[in-house]
Protein backbone atom coordinates (compact mmCIF):
# COMPACT_ATOMS: atom_id res chain seq x y z
CA UNK A 1 0.00 0.00 0.00
CA UNK A 2 1.06 3.56 -0.59
CA UNK A 3 1.83 5.63 1.66
CA UNK A 4 -0.90 8.50 2.02
CA UNK A 5 0.25 12.26 1.05
CA UNK A 6 0.91 14.28 4.13
CA UNK A 7 -2.01 16.69 4.51
CA UNK A 8 -0.73 20.43 4.10
CA UNK A 9 -3.77 21.69 5.86
CA UNK A 10 -3.26 19.65 9.26
CA UNK A 11 -2.90 21.86 12.24
CA UNK A 12 -3.97 25.50 10.21
CA UNK A 13 -7.77 27.20 10.11
CA UNK A 14 -8.08 25.58 7.00
CA UNK A 15 -7.92 21.91 8.15
CA UNK A 16 -11.44 22.63 10.20
CA UNK A 17 -12.72 24.28 7.10
CA UNK A 18 -12.46 21.74 4.47
CA UNK A 19 -13.73 19.20 7.37
CA UNK A 20 -17.09 21.07 7.80
CA UNK A 21 -17.46 21.75 4.07
CA UNK A 22 -17.28 17.45 3.96
CA UNK A 23 -14.60 17.54 1.30
CA UNK A 24 -12.42 15.02 2.02
CA UNK A 25 -8.44 16.18 2.50
CA UNK A 26 -5.30 15.35 0.40
CA UNK A 27 -4.04 12.72 3.61
CA UNK A 28 -7.26 10.73 2.82
CA UNK A 29 -6.73 10.34 -1.08
CA UNK A 30 -8.63 13.40 -2.22
CA UNK A 31 -8.21 17.24 -3.08
CA UNK A 32 -10.58 19.88 -0.96
CA UNK A 33 -13.61 19.91 -2.87
CA UNK A 34 -13.15 23.49 -3.80
CA UNK A 35 -16.36 23.75 -5.92
CA UNK A 36 -18.25 22.23 -2.68
CA UNK A 37 -16.55 24.96 -1.12
CA UNK A 38 -17.40 27.92 -3.71
CA UNK A 39 -21.49 27.00 -3.78
CA UNK A 40 -21.38 27.08 -0.02
CA UNK A 41 -19.93 30.77 0.26
CA UNK A 42 -21.36 32.12 -2.63
CA UNK A 43 -24.10 33.81 -1.02
CA UNK A 44 -21.68 35.75 1.41
CA UNK A 45 -20.13 37.26 -1.93
CA UNK A 46 -22.29 40.02 -2.87
CA UNK A 47 -20.27 41.47 -5.55
CA UNK A 48 -17.01 42.42 -6.32
CA UNK A 49 -14.40 44.39 -4.15
CA UNK A 50 -12.72 44.93 -7.29
CA UNK A 51 -9.39 44.21 -5.22
CA UNK A 52 -9.91 45.98 -2.02
CA UNK A 53 -9.77 44.59 1.35
CA UNK A 54 -13.45 46.11 1.90
CA UNK A 55 -16.29 45.93 -0.56
CA UNK A 56 -17.53 49.86 -0.24
CA UNK A 57 -20.24 49.40 -2.83
CA UNK A 58 -21.56 46.87 -0.39
CA UNK A 59 -20.94 49.06 2.80
CA UNK A 60 -22.68 52.28 1.00
CA UNK A 61 -25.52 50.44 -0.02
CA UNK A 62 -26.11 48.91 3.83
CA UNK A 63 -25.60 51.93 5.25
CA UNK A 64 -27.97 53.69 3.14
CA UNK A 65 -30.58 51.14 3.19
CA UNK A 66 -29.90 50.82 8.05
CA UNK A 67 -30.48 54.39 7.74
CA UNK A 68 -33.88 54.50 4.95
CA UNK A 69 -34.63 51.51 7.44
CA UNK A 70 -34.50 54.30 10.54
CA UNK A 71 -36.22 57.29 8.67
CA UNK A 72 -34.51 59.69 6.71
CA UNK A 73 -35.91 62.81 5.22
CA UNK A 74 -34.24 65.02 2.54
CA UNK A 75 -33.65 68.70 3.64
CA UNK A 76 -35.68 71.46 3.03
CA UNK A 77 -34.82 75.70 2.10
CA UNK A 78 -35.36 76.04 5.69
CA UNK A 79 -33.19 73.58 7.14
CA UNK A 80 -30.80 75.10 4.68
CA UNK A 81 -31.52 78.38 5.29
CA UNK A 82 -31.10 78.13 9.53
CA UNK A 83 -28.11 76.13 9.61
CA UNK A 84 -26.29 78.80 7.43
CA UNK A 85 -27.41 81.59 9.85
CA UNK A 86 -26.41 79.63 12.84
CA UNK A 87 -22.79 79.20 11.12
CA UNK A 88 -22.45 82.81 10.83
CA UNK A 89 -23.53 83.57 14.01
CA UNK A 90 -21.15 81.14 15.42
CA UNK A 91 -18.14 82.02 13.35
CA UNK A 92 -19.00 85.74 14.93
CA UNK A 93 -18.94 84.54 18.12
CA UNK A 94 -15.80 82.60 17.77
CA UNK A 95 -13.62 85.36 16.35
CA UNK A 96 -12.35 87.11 19.76
CA UNK A 97 -11.93 83.38 21.59
CA UNK A 98 -9.92 81.92 19.00
CA UNK A 99 -6.42 83.02 16.74
CA UNK A 100 -7.43 80.69 14.57
CA UNK A 101 -9.41 82.05 11.28
CA UNK A 102 -12.68 81.38 10.39
CA UNK A 103 -12.63 78.60 8.03
CA UNK A 104 -16.41 78.13 7.33
CA UNK A 105 -16.69 79.01 3.49
CA UNK A 106 -20.05 77.63 3.38
CA UNK A 107 -22.64 75.67 5.22
CA UNK A 108 -24.80 72.67 4.34
CA UNK A 109 -27.91 70.98 6.50
CA UNK A 110 -26.96 67.13 5.51
CA UNK A 111 -29.71 64.49 5.83
CA UNK A 112 -28.63 61.01 7.17
CA UNK A 113 -28.32 59.67 3.97
CA UNK A 114 -26.13 62.52 2.80
CA UNK A 115 -24.23 62.22 5.47
CA UNK A 116 -23.22 58.40 4.55
CA UNK A 117 -21.84 59.69 1.01
CA UNK A 118 -20.07 62.40 1.76
CA UNK A 119 -18.14 61.05 4.43
CA UNK A 120 -17.43 57.42 2.22
CA UNK A 121 -14.13 58.59 1.19
CA UNK A 122 -12.30 59.49 4.18
CA UNK A 123 -13.75 56.21 5.97
CA UNK A 124 -12.21 54.45 2.99
CA UNK A 125 -8.96 56.03 3.96
CA UNK A 126 -9.29 54.92 7.73
CA UNK A 127 -10.85 51.73 7.43
CA UNK A 128 -8.82 49.90 4.48
CA UNK A 129 -5.58 49.81 6.10
CA UNK A 130 -6.55 47.96 8.67
CA UNK A 131 -8.56 45.71 6.50
CA UNK A 132 -5.43 44.97 4.02
CA UNK A 133 -3.45 43.81 7.13
CA UNK A 134 -6.08 41.69 8.28
CA UNK A 135 -6.06 39.88 5.34
CA UNK A 136 -2.63 39.98 5.32
CA UNK A 137 -1.95 38.29 8.45
CA UNK A 138 -4.77 35.80 7.29
CA UNK A 139 -2.43 34.73 3.95
CA UNK A 140 0.27 34.40 6.02
CA UNK A 141 -1.56 32.06 8.16
CA UNK A 142 -1.21 29.29 5.87
CA UNK A 143 1.81 27.13 4.77
CA UNK A 144 3.89 27.30 2.33
CA UNK A 145 2.88 23.62 0.87
CA UNK A 146 -0.38 24.30 1.29
CA UNK A 147 -0.22 27.35 -1.15
CA UNK A 148 -0.54 25.79 -4.28
CA UNK A 149 -3.54 23.86 -3.48
CA UNK A 150 -5.46 26.77 -1.33
CA UNK A 151 -4.85 29.04 -4.27
CA UNK A 152 -8.60 29.64 -5.48
CA UNK A 153 -9.75 29.13 -2.29
CA UNK A 154 -7.31 32.03 -0.25
CA UNK A 155 -8.45 34.38 -3.36
CA UNK A 156 -12.48 33.70 -1.97
CA UNK A 157 -11.75 34.24 1.19
CA UNK A 158 -10.16 37.82 0.85
CA UNK A 159 -13.07 38.50 -1.17
CA UNK A 160 -15.09 37.08 1.18
CA UNK A 161 -13.56 39.15 3.55
CA UNK A 162 -13.96 42.26 1.85
CA UNK A 163 -17.35 41.58 1.97
CA UNK A 164 -17.53 40.75 5.44
CA UNK A 165 -15.74 44.05 6.19
CA UNK A 166 -17.87 45.83 3.98
CA UNK A 167 -21.17 44.48 5.60
CA UNK A 168 -19.53 45.56 9.10
CA UNK A 169 -18.70 49.03 8.00
CA UNK A 170 -21.98 49.41 6.61
CA UNK A 171 -24.14 48.70 9.38
CA UNK A 172 -21.99 50.76 11.36
CA UNK A 173 -22.09 53.84 9.15
CA UNK A 174 -25.40 53.66 9.21
CA UNK A 175 -25.81 53.50 12.60
CA UNK A 176 -23.71 56.19 13.07
CA UNK A 177 -25.65 58.52 10.68
CA UNK A 178 -28.48 58.57 12.80
CA UNK A 179 -26.01 59.55 15.90
CA UNK A 180 -24.01 62.29 14.38
CA UNK A 181 -25.14 66.12 15.05
CA UNK A 182 -22.46 67.35 12.46
CA UNK A 183 -19.37 66.27 9.98
CA UNK A 184 -16.95 66.70 12.53
CA UNK A 185 -18.74 65.30 15.96
CA UNK A 186 -16.37 62.35 16.20
CA UNK A 187 -13.28 64.62 16.21
CA UNK A 188 -12.05 63.27 12.39
CA UNK A 189 -12.31 65.98 9.32
CA UNK A 190 -14.98 63.76 7.34
CA UNK A 191 -16.46 66.40 5.54
CA UNK A 192 -15.35 68.57 2.63
CA UNK A 193 -12.66 71.24 3.23
CA UNK A 194 -14.15 74.39 4.17
CA UNK A 195 -17.99 73.30 4.81
CA UNK A 196 -19.31 73.91 8.36
CA UNK A 197 -22.25 70.80 7.96
CA UNK A 198 -25.06 69.93 10.68
CA UNK A 199 -27.57 67.34 11.06
CA UNK A 200 -31.31 68.59 11.71
CA UNK A 201 -32.91 66.01 12.43
CA UNK A 202 -29.56 64.47 14.80
CA UNK A 203 -29.53 67.77 16.51
CA UNK A 204 -33.27 67.42 17.38
CA UNK A 205 -32.61 64.27 18.76
CA UNK A 206 -29.68 65.46 20.42
CA UNK A 207 -32.00 68.01 22.58
CA UNK A 208 -34.77 66.01 22.83
CA UNK A 209 -35.79 66.39 26.36
CA UNK A 210 -33.72 69.43 27.09
CA UNK A 211 -36.13 72.26 27.30
CA UNK A 212 -34.02 74.14 25.04
CA UNK A 213 -34.94 76.12 22.30
CA UNK A 214 -34.10 75.34 18.79
CA UNK A 215 -32.19 77.80 18.03
CA UNK A 216 -29.79 77.45 21.00
CA UNK A 217 -29.20 74.30 19.94
CA UNK A 218 -28.67 74.88 16.64
CA UNK A 219 -25.88 77.78 17.30
CA UNK A 220 -24.05 75.49 20.41
CA UNK A 221 -23.70 72.86 17.49
CA UNK A 222 -22.51 75.05 15.03
CA UNK A 223 -20.32 76.81 17.52
CA UNK A 224 -18.71 73.19 17.94
CA UNK A 225 -18.32 72.23 14.12
CA UNK A 226 -17.15 75.75 13.12
CA UNK A 227 -14.70 75.18 16.21
CA UNK A 228 -13.39 71.89 14.22
CA UNK A 229 -13.40 73.18 10.83
CA UNK A 230 -11.35 76.19 11.85
CA UNK A 231 -8.88 73.53 14.07
CA UNK A 232 -8.37 71.08 10.47
CA UNK A 233 -7.78 74.48 8.65
CA UNK A 234 -5.69 76.42 10.49
CA UNK A 235 -3.04 73.35 11.83
CA UNK A 236 -2.26 72.18 8.38
CA UNK A 237 -0.31 68.73 9.92
CA UNK A 238 -3.65 67.93 11.78
CA UNK A 239 -5.88 65.89 9.31
CA UNK A 240 -3.37 63.31 7.68
CA UNK A 241 -1.73 62.84 11.00
CA UNK A 242 -5.10 61.14 12.51
CA UNK A 243 -5.17 59.44 9.00
CA UNK A 244 -1.67 58.32 9.41
CA UNK A 245 -2.18 57.07 13.07
CA UNK A 246 -4.74 54.97 12.39
CA UNK A 247 -2.37 53.91 9.50
CA UNK A 248 0.33 53.38 12.01
CA UNK A 249 -2.27 50.78 14.22
CA UNK A 250 -3.26 48.80 11.29
CA UNK A 251 0.86 47.77 9.91
CA UNK A 252 1.00 46.30 13.30
CA UNK A 253 -1.82 44.02 13.46
CA UNK A 254 -1.45 40.27 14.09
CA UNK A 255 -3.77 37.50 13.86
CA UNK A 256 -4.10 34.39 16.16
CA UNK A 257 -5.22 31.77 13.75
CA UNK A 258 -5.54 29.63 16.51
CA UNK A 259 -8.53 31.55 17.62
CA UNK A 260 -9.74 30.79 14.07
CA UNK A 261 -9.28 27.63 13.69
CA UNK A 262 -11.22 27.11 17.17
CA UNK A 263 -14.04 29.18 15.92
CA UNK A 264 -13.84 27.29 12.87
CA UNK A 265 -14.18 23.94 14.39
CA UNK A 266 -17.56 25.29 16.79
CA UNK A 267 -18.81 26.49 13.24
CA UNK A 268 -20.97 24.70 11.15
CA UNK A 269 -19.37 25.69 7.84
CA UNK A 270 -22.26 24.76 5.55
CA UNK A 271 -24.38 26.79 6.89
CA UNK A 272 -23.72 30.34 5.45
CA UNK A 273 -25.13 32.27 8.12
CA UNK A 274 -23.53 30.69 11.20
CA UNK A 275 -20.27 31.45 8.97
CA UNK A 276 -21.34 35.24 8.66
CA UNK A 277 -22.16 36.03 12.66
CA UNK A 278 -18.60 34.02 13.67
CA UNK A 279 -16.66 36.13 11.31
CA UNK A 280 -18.75 39.19 12.55
CA UNK A 281 -18.13 38.27 16.04
CA UNK A 282 -14.53 38.91 15.95
CA UNK A 283 -12.86 35.44 14.69
CA UNK A 284 -10.95 37.79 12.39
CA UNK A 285 -10.07 40.26 15.63
CA UNK A 286 -6.10 41.17 15.45
CA UNK A 287 -4.25 40.82 19.01
CA UNK A 288 -2.85 44.30 20.30
CA UNK A 289 1.10 44.03 19.40
CA UNK A 290 3.34 46.77 21.46
CA UNK A 291 3.61 49.02 18.03
CA UNK A 292 -0.26 49.07 17.79
CA UNK A 293 -0.67 50.02 21.64
CA UNK A 294 1.47 52.98 21.12
CA UNK A 295 -0.10 54.05 18.08
CA UNK A 296 -3.78 53.60 19.94
CA UNK A 297 -1.97 55.94 22.75
CA UNK A 298 -1.51 58.41 19.88
CA UNK A 299 -4.60 58.26 18.08
CA UNK A 300 -6.35 58.70 21.67
CA UNK A 301 -4.36 61.51 22.89
CA UNK A 302 -4.38 63.88 19.50
CA UNK A 303 -8.24 63.38 19.01
CA UNK A 304 -8.37 64.38 23.11
CA UNK A 305 -6.81 67.19 22.40
CA UNK A 306 -8.37 68.39 19.30
CA UNK A 307 -12.12 67.79 21.57
CA UNK A 308 -10.34 69.49 24.53
CA UNK A 309 -9.57 72.48 22.11
CA UNK A 310 -12.78 72.66 21.08
CA UNK A 311 -14.50 72.60 24.02
CA UNK A 312 -12.51 75.03 25.69
CA UNK A 313 -13.29 77.62 22.28
CA UNK A 314 -17.01 77.22 22.80
CA UNK A 315 -16.71 77.44 26.60
CA UNK A 316 -15.14 80.62 26.60
CA UNK A 317 -17.44 81.78 23.39
CA UNK A 318 -20.38 80.88 25.01
CA UNK A 319 -19.54 82.30 28.63
CA UNK A 320 -21.04 85.55 29.18
CA UNK A 321 -23.84 84.95 25.98
CA UNK A 322 -25.49 81.39 26.13
CA UNK A 323 -27.06 80.54 29.77
CA UNK A 324 -28.04 76.93 27.89
CA UNK A 325 -24.38 76.50 27.40
CA UNK A 326 -23.41 75.16 29.94
CA UNK A 327 -26.63 72.20 29.69
CA UNK A 328 -25.44 71.55 26.67
CA UNK A 329 -22.09 71.07 27.66
CA UNK A 330 -22.93 68.53 29.87
CA UNK A 331 -25.08 66.71 27.49
CA UNK A 332 -22.24 66.19 25.47
CA UNK A 333 -20.05 64.76 27.84
CA UNK A 334 -22.99 62.62 29.06
CA UNK A 335 -22.69 61.05 25.56
CA UNK A 336 -19.17 60.76 25.51
CA UNK A 337 -19.56 59.13 28.72
CA UNK A 338 -21.81 56.71 27.56
CA UNK A 339 -19.72 55.49 24.91
CA UNK A 340 -20.39 57.83 22.29
CA UNK A 341 -20.44 57.53 18.33
CA UNK A 342 -17.05 57.56 18.06
CA UNK A 343 -16.17 55.02 20.43
CA UNK A 344 -18.40 52.67 19.46
CA UNK A 345 -17.76 53.47 15.45
CA UNK A 346 -14.22 53.05 16.04
CA UNK A 347 -14.54 49.89 17.56
CA UNK A 348 -16.88 48.38 14.78
CA UNK A 349 -14.87 49.28 12.30
CA UNK A 350 -11.14 49.52 13.01
CA UNK A 351 -10.89 47.70 16.39
CA UNK A 352 -9.87 50.64 18.05
CA UNK A 353 -11.07 51.56 21.42
CA UNK A 354 -11.02 55.04 22.82
CA UNK A 355 -11.73 56.33 26.24
CA UNK A 356 -13.53 59.42 26.27
CA UNK A 357 -12.44 60.35 30.17
CA UNK A 358 -9.10 62.00 28.32
CA UNK A 359 -11.49 64.80 26.38
CA UNK A 360 -12.25 65.94 29.94
CA UNK A 361 -8.38 65.67 30.50
CA UNK A 362 -7.56 67.41 27.10
CA UNK A 363 -10.28 70.54 27.94
CA UNK A 364 -8.80 71.06 31.87
CA UNK A 365 -5.14 71.54 29.87
CA UNK A 366 -6.04 73.80 27.07
CA UNK A 367 -8.00 76.17 30.08
CA UNK A 368 -4.86 75.86 31.76
CA UNK A 369 -2.48 76.67 29.16
CA UNK A 370 -5.04 79.53 28.21
CA UNK A 371 -5.08 81.20 31.97
CA UNK A 372 -1.37 80.88 32.29
CA UNK A 373 -0.84 82.17 28.58
CA UNK A 374 -3.60 83.43 27.19
CA UNK A 375 -5.99 82.35 23.89
CA UNK A 376 -2.83 83.58 21.39
CA UNK A 377 -0.27 81.32 23.79
CA UNK A 378 -3.40 78.28 23.81
CA UNK A 379 -3.67 78.32 19.72
CA UNK A 380 0.25 78.30 19.12
CA UNK A 381 0.86 75.17 20.67
CA UNK A 382 -0.87 73.86 17.66
CA UNK A 383 1.47 75.76 14.92
CA UNK A 384 3.76 72.43 15.18
CA UNK A 385 3.35 68.56 16.38
CA UNK A 386 6.45 68.57 18.76
CA UNK A 387 5.09 71.65 20.90
CA UNK A 388 1.63 68.86 21.31
CA UNK A 389 1.12 67.88 24.81
CA UNK A 390 1.51 64.67 25.47
CA UNK A 391 -0.54 61.22 27.88
CA UNK A 392 1.52 62.75 30.74
CA UNK A 393 1.26 65.85 30.45
CA UNK A 394 -3.45 65.24 30.62
CA UNK A 395 -2.12 64.26 33.74
CA UNK A 396 -0.58 67.44 34.86
CA UNK A 397 -2.33 70.09 32.80
CA UNK A 398 -1.32 72.86 35.64
CA UNK A 399 2.41 72.15 35.11
CA UNK A 400 2.29 71.68 31.40
CA UNK A 401 0.68 74.78 30.87
CA UNK A 402 3.58 76.57 33.61
CA UNK A 403 6.20 75.12 31.21
CA UNK A 404 4.91 75.87 27.93
CA UNK A 405 6.30 79.29 27.30
CA UNK A 406 9.45 77.85 27.21
CA UNK A 407 8.74 74.99 25.10
CA UNK A 408 6.81 77.10 22.74
CA UNK A 409 9.99 79.73 22.94
CA UNK A 410 11.85 76.99 21.01
CA UNK A 411 12.60 77.71 17.28
CA UNK A 412 9.91 76.84 15.37
CA UNK A 413 11.42 77.46 12.15
CA UNK A 414 14.72 75.01 13.16
CA UNK A 415 12.08 72.14 14.14
CA UNK A 416 10.03 72.81 10.79
CA UNK A 417 13.78 72.20 9.14
CA UNK A 418 13.99 69.11 11.09
CA UNK A 419 16.81 69.91 13.81
CA UNK A 420 14.28 68.70 16.29
CA UNK A 421 12.55 65.39 17.30
CA UNK A 422 9.54 65.33 15.46
CA UNK A 423 7.37 62.10 15.45
CA UNK A 424 4.29 63.87 13.24
CA UNK A 425 1.94 63.59 16.01
CA UNK A 426 1.86 64.13 20.46
CA UNK A 427 4.39 63.08 22.63
CA UNK A 428 3.49 59.78 24.21
Given at each position: ??????????????EALFQQFGGNLPGGGQSPDLNAIFAQVQQLLSGSADGRPVNWDLAKDIARKTVSAAG?????????????????????????????????????????????????????????????????????????????????????????????????????????????????????????????????????????????????????????????????????????????????????????????????????????????????????????????????????????????????????????????????????????????????????????????????????????????????????????????????????????????????????????????????????
Open positions: MSEEPDNPFKGTPFDRSMTHTDQQQVAEAVRLADHWLDPVTTLPEASATSAAWSRAEWVENTLPVWQQVVDPVAEHVAGAMAGALPAEAQQLAGPMAGMLRQLGGSIFGAQVGQGLGELAGEVVSVSDIGLPLGPDGQAVLLPDNAAKFAAGLGIADDDVRLYLALRECAHQRLFAGVPWLRQRLIATVAEYAAGIQVDTSKIEQAMSDVDMSNPEAMQSALAEGMFEPELSEQQKAALTRLETLLALVEGWVDDVVREATRDRMPAATQLAETVRRRRAAGGPAEQTFATLVGLDLRPRRLRDAANLWAAVRDSRGVEGRDELWSHPDLMPGTDDLDDPIGFARDAGELVDFDISELEKGDGPDDGGPKE
